[in-house]
Nanobody
Framework: QVHLVNSGGGLVQAGGSLRLSCAAS????????MGWFRQAPGKERDFVAA????????SYEDSVKGRFTISKDNAKNTMYLQMNSLKPEDTAVYYC????????????????WGQGTQVTVSS
């Protein structure tokens, strides 16, 4: 079993920055990919970014390319999402996730989830 804990998030003005963290514990050796998803009220959970744990391959949703950066610290079993130039449309609950194989943009393919953290961007 893998346990993920989200941290970070909060309220920020448009154009500001936030950094989210996701600490993994348990059978972390089984994780192949970690990613970030977000869910706004009344909407589906959408892919934001993902990274493979060992090879370092990354994938980003088009609207966050150039603004968000996913990174990892394997020694700490922690993944990060640096979010710059935030926009009101980035407002959502952000979830970290992990799966046992390659990158997928479909939230249904992820095995483990963090508890989510609210990001609110004011205009």
């Amino acid at each position: 079993q893998v346990h993920l804990v989200n941290s970070g998030g909060g309220l920020v003005q448009a154009g500001g920055s936030l950094r989210l963290s996701c600490a993994a514990s348990g059978r972390t050796f089984s994780i192949y990919t970690m990613g970030w998803f977000r869910q706004a009220p009344g909407k589906e959970r959408d892919f934001v970014a993902a990274m493979t744990r060992s090879a370092g391959s990354t994938s980003y949703e088009d609207s966050v390319k150039g603004r968000f950066t996913i990174s990892k610290d394997n020694a700490k079993n922690t993944m990060y999402l640096q979010m710059n130039s935030l926009k009101p449309e980035d407002t959502a609950v952000y979830y970290c996730a992990a799966r046992l194989s390659g990158i997928s943009t479909d939230y249904r393919n992820y095995n483990y989830w963090g508890q989510g953290t609210q990001v609110t961007v004011s205009s």
